[in-house]
């Protein structure tokens, strides 16, 4: 069965910060993995694909990388506009549906 | 439309009311899917469309839930006879092969 697991569930940093979100996952093939980033009473917002082992992908103060069974989100430098729940997401090969983690609740305080 | 709508934004109803979710996909998406968002967790699959034809339905979690797209654009997720655990948000999403998927700010459905 496919599964997404992401650590730790919430995160409080100060601002300047750096820090990581783990998203762990089994899938029987990967044909791409997904960040989400999801403000409160909003649905979740594209951030990044990945598709194979070895791939980075950056937007302003945000990383991604991907493994064979995770991926990180790195954060370097938060703000305090970069508080929200960050959700991974797995697409397995042959499907068309997303399948999500828990995701990470982060607060980046002033 | 820019991006996919959702409507109502919140809707509260009574144990054992009908109610009906509606989304507008964006203008030329293929594939629409539903998910369910308890408090505090990621969302969950319901079902997903391409045009009008429904795939995959293996989500819904009983018989109260039906979903349809009858014209391969606009999508209605249905709750027959709510109960409490069906409080959640409703989100909606389409997807093209070269933009992905966007989803809408989603329902939040509250059964009293």
């Known amino acids: 069965e496919d599964q997404v697991t992401q650590s730790p569930e919430a995160l409080r940093l100060q601002e300047g910060e750096s820090s990581s979100l783990n998203c762990s996952y089994t899938?029987?093939?990967?044909?791409?993995l997904f960040w989400y980033r999801q403000d409160p009473g909003k649905g979740p917002e594209f951030l990044f694909t990945?598709?194979?082992a070895g791939e980075e992908k950056e937007k302003e103060r945000l990383k991604a990388t991907l493994t064979k069974k995770e991926s990180f989100l790195h954060i370097t430098a938060p703000k305090p506009e970069d508080s929200a729940t960050y959700l991974c997401?797995?697409?397995?090969?042959?499907?068309?549906?997303?399948?999500f983690g828990q995701g990470t609740r982060l607060t980046i305080n002033p | 439309g820019a991006g996919v709508s959702q409507s109502p934004r919140y809707k509260v109803a009574k144990r054992g009311q009908d109610v009906a979710l509606r989304c507008d996909p964006i203008?030329?998406?293929?594939?629409l899917f539903w998910y369910q968002q308890a408090l505090g967790q990621g969302p969950e699959f319901l079902t997903y469309?391409?045009?009008?034809?429904?795939?995959?339905k293996s989500g819904l979690p009983s018989d109260r839930f039906f979903a349809e797209r009858p014209e391969g654009s606009v999508s209605t997720l249905k709750i027959q006879r709510t109960q409490q655990e069906d409080s959640a948000v409703y989100l909606c999403?389409?997807?093209?092969?070269?933009?992905?998927?966007?989803f809408g700010s989603g329902t939040r459905l509250t059964v009293v």
């Open positions: 899938v029987s093939g990967l044909r791409g």
């Open positions: 990945l598709y194979s």
């Open positions: 203008s030329g998406h293929v594939s």
């Open positions: 999403a389409s997807s093209s092969p070269n933009y992905g998927y966007t």
């Open positions: 997401a797995v697409l397995p090969q042959g499907a068309q549906k997303l399948v």
């Open positions: 469309f391409q045009n009008e034809a429904q795939l995959d």
